[in-house]
């Protein structure tokens, strides 16, 4: 920790921060900052691996430069978003078990990318039709049916007295049910989960780069671990500090739990809720929710003074303070009587500053988003919080299906944000979110402004359907989304 940089929001995973930098042990953090500066190349889509030609690189101050091959600046672009999008895809059919569904949109865009036929109108489009079929996947796979409930969300959610078992990463519904299933049956275990453990209705540790400060405070006894959202640094680091890890695919609950008792022998008299007592956050809303409601408490709610819905969803990027741009955005939607859903690990991050605990709801709201929280929570018979949690980034599907009730229902405007996003299979939803006709923006970076045209080429395309996808390009301060996406 050579840099003097706000890592985190998140008060208990600053003290881990601090805890691994004191004891000599990097994160994810460290690691980024031993990268900086980041190549910019990169980050712009300005550079290409197709082929052993090159790297090639594209220099930005020269709009005729282009590869050995002699893809153009904005060839080169577009086709970089394509690879990125196509392994998003890859990762969501795979959490639906449908990849022979997705399959065919997959190899066109794969070898789209690689080879240089198409012009960048041509891949852009093949990155529409790949997003797709990758969120149509996951519109398909078992929904999670946990309901509406209330958990504990932060490093609080670990238990000293106990044996904590920690899921992470994305492990399908029916799967997890079934280690869930095996793991409760003993009383000594607490299970948590982290970016993905929402499926399985259990209370949240953290979320995508807290994985591995959790690790730090001896706080998790065992880990099972999913098909993505599980970085190598933390397998590595569980590793180093003597926590078992074992694959979901392979799970075996006695195994586990042996070697899970022995770590909790090891780290008696560990004291972590006191310290930092988890918020309390109630979730696992969706359409089905408010399917009671009559014509003429949704022609009431008209009138309530709410004037917009967003989508709050995606990741949590190094490159960035974790959750701050999240917190930062959704408190501006709700100021302005936005109603907020929330999905994935930027639910998460809202759920740990408060605002999925209904006690708190004035404290975040505007007045017209207040009444309209009030006569919804009657007319639904449901207690409900600041920002409504959908689920997990693999639930994307149904967290639109709910925003997207609301917005026809109230004949408001909807945009949709994921401004900490770094994960492949976000982007894959990102586009097809923007795809279905609701405009999104993305952060930290949006790898297609190397391109002098290609966002604008984009947009014009997603414009059909009424979406956009942006970036800080687009929309340098992220607190001006509201306005710019929502009232433009």
Known sequence: MMQIRKKTLDKATENAISE????????????????????????MGLD?????????????????????????????????????????????????GAQSKAAPAIFEAISAANEGMLGSAQLLEKAIKVADAGFATLASAKPAGTGVHTIEVGLGALKPDMINILLVGNIPVAQSGEIVG???????????GATGGEAAGLNLAGNYNSEEPL???????????????VSPGFLSLAARLGVPVVDADNF??????????????????????????????TVGFSAATFASLSAAQWNSLLASGIKGVALIGGCNNAATTQDAVVVRQAAEFLANDVLVIGSGCAATAMAKAGYMDPARVASFTGKGLQSFLLFLSEAAGVELPAVMEAGSCWEMPAALRIARLFQQKLNVPMAAAMPEISRPASWCSALAVAARGV??????????????????????????????????????????????????
């Open 182 to 192: 095996a793991l409760k049956s003993d009383g000594r275990v607490n299970l948590v």
């Open 439 to 488: 405009p999104t923006y993305v952060g930290p970076i949006l790898p297609l402004d190397g391109g002098l045209e290609t966002v604008a080429v984009l947009n014009e395309m997603l414009k059909g359907q009424g979406g956009a996808l942006v970036g800080p390009g687009q929309i340098s301060d992220p607190e001006a989304v509201v306005a710019k996406l929502l009232f433009a």
């Open 20 to 43: 691994a930098a004191a004891a000599g042990i990097p994160l994810t953090f460290d690691r980024y900052e031993e990268m900086v500066p980041v190549c910019r190349f990169g980050q």
């Open 252 to 281: 075996d609950a006695a195994s586990l739990l042996d070697k899970a008792e022995a770590h909790y022998r090891m780290h008696g008299g560990r004291s972590l809720a006191a310290k930092f007592p988890p918020a309390r956050a």
């Open 48 to 96: 290409c691996k197709a082929c052993t030609q090159g790297p090639c690189r594209i220099n930005p101050f020269d709009p005729s430069n282009g590869t050995a091959c002699g893809r153009d600046r904005e060839g080169i672009v577009a086709a970089s978003f394509l690879g990125l999008v196509a392994d998003g895809a890859v990762v969501n059919a795979t959490y639906a």
């Open 215 to 229: 690790l730090v405070t001896t706080g998790v006894d065992g880990v099972v671990a999913g098909k993505a959202c």
